[in-house]
């Protein structure tokens, strides 16, 4: 069998990903000459290793809840990449200068001055991408994903210096490893979430904007979202720097873990009618016989998407599965575009878009193989299409 086709076109020069790249050097040695400044290599060892260990499980469940049309990872990288250094150093210069302008004390600067701060240097990298790279950005979930990634990069950074911190002491407080360990207890095990948390409001915000026919809530969206980001990680300081122990349990337990819910039920919910968005976008375009009408629950459903690379692997092994892969990927890329096109918000290059999508589609369609048609009436399973806040 001939050579498979390349998985992705030839990849443009992205103003993005360059400013991106400027910031984080400069942003990197900043963070470097804080860590040498604290003149332990020890400190810094059990700081990085200890700030490293929920991030494989946040960025995991992050790519988890985005299956459908995964971001590229590129970008996912550079949204960690901002949110670890120039987020980091942004918001540390913005709570400074805020303080000095308005001379409030250390906590009311962390109430105050460090929410508005990290929220807006986190959410630059946000708006950036919608504003440079309008494509990623579809709708809520990608929002949430984007603000996942920023928020766990932040916190990352965030985290070294604080478990470096309760390392060394000041003098008055324990040090060493049981002091770090004790604050990891609370920052890595209980609240990891807390960063992204806040900033997927944010997030969601923009997602809603992006999908709105109204240019009034294109935009109020994002800044009611900005409010509420900084309102959560201003009740979360808030709770931990001037309340005692029960008032920072009690914001914990009635504040964060319900928002912490609510936003992953939002995802969830935001991911089901993805679903069945595609699987009504795909069948329009099976009726005007661009693919066949078997082929359609193969992508439209996630748990149907698996057991067809199964069969691949089973029937045709690891160069299968890349086939199937990549071409259920195309046809994500298609259905949601032809439901943009169907909501009547189709963008304008929507022409070429869709005459590349189906020359990949062409190219991989070759070399895939799939398990026998399912019964009809597969589309039942995703309920009636109605409207909403995705795409």
């Known amino acids: ?38 003149g332990s290599p020890t400190a810094a060892v059990v700081g990085v290793l200890l700030a490293a260990l929920p991030v494989p499980l946040l960025i995991g469940f992050y790519l988890w809840l985005d299956r459908y049309e995964p971001e590229p990872v590129r970008y996912l990288a550079a949204g960690l990449g901002w949110g670890a250094v120039a987020a980091t150093s942004l ?33 630059l990298f946000l708006v950036a991408v919608v504003l440079l790279r309008r494509r990623q950005v579809h709708g809520l979930l ?25 390392y060394l002491g000041d003098g008055e407080v324990p040090s060493g490893v049981g002091a770090a360990t004790s604050l990891f207890i609370l920052r890595g095990v209980i609240s990891p979430f807390a960063h992204p948390l806040f900033t997927a409001a944010l997030g969601i915000g923009l997602g809603y904007a992006i999908a709105s026919r109204s240019r009034t809530m294109r935009l109020l969206a994002p800044l009611l979202g900005y409010a509420a980001a900084v309102g959560l990680h201003a009740a979360w300081n808030g709770s931990a720097l001037l309340g005692g122990t029960a008032t920072f349990l009690l914001t914990y337990v009635l504040g964060m873990i319900p928002a912490l819910a609510l936003v992953f039920g939002l995802a969830l919910w935001v991911r089901r009618r993805e679903g069945r968005l595609l699987a009504y976008a795909l069948d329009d375009c099976a009726r005007m016989g661009w693919l066949h009408p078997d082929e359609v629950p193969w992508t439209a459903s996630l748990a149907h998407r698996a057991s067809a690379r199964a069969y691949a692997r089973r029937m045709r092994g690891p160069a299968g599965v890349r086939a199937l892969r990549e071409y259920q990927q195309v046809l994500t890329e298609m259905g949601f575009l032809h439901d943009r096109v169907m909501r009547g918000v189709a963008p304008s290059d929507v022409g070429p878009r869709m005459a590349e999508i189906r020359h990949r589609m062409s190219a991989w369609r070759p070399y895939v193989v799939l398990p026998p048609p399912l019964p009809r009436g597969h589309l039942a399973v995703y309920g009636p299409r109605n409207s909403g806040l995705t795409r």
């Open 1 to 38: 069998m001939s050579v498979q086709p390349s998985s992705m076109p030839r990849r443009r020069r992205s103003w993005l990903l360059i400013v991106t790249s400027v910031l984080l050097g400069l942003g990197a040695v900043a963070i470097a000459v804080l860590i040498v400044r604290a």
């Open 91 to 123: 918001g540390a210069i913005f709570t400074a200068l805020g303080a000095e302008l308005t001379g409030v004390s250390e906590d009311l600067t962390g109430v105050i001055w460090a929410p508005i701060a990290e929220e807006l240097a986190k959410g």
């Open 142 to 166: 990608d929002g949430i994903v984007y603000a996942g990634m920023v928020g766990i990069g932040f916190a990352f950074t965030e985290n070294i210096l604080y478990y470096m911190q309760s």
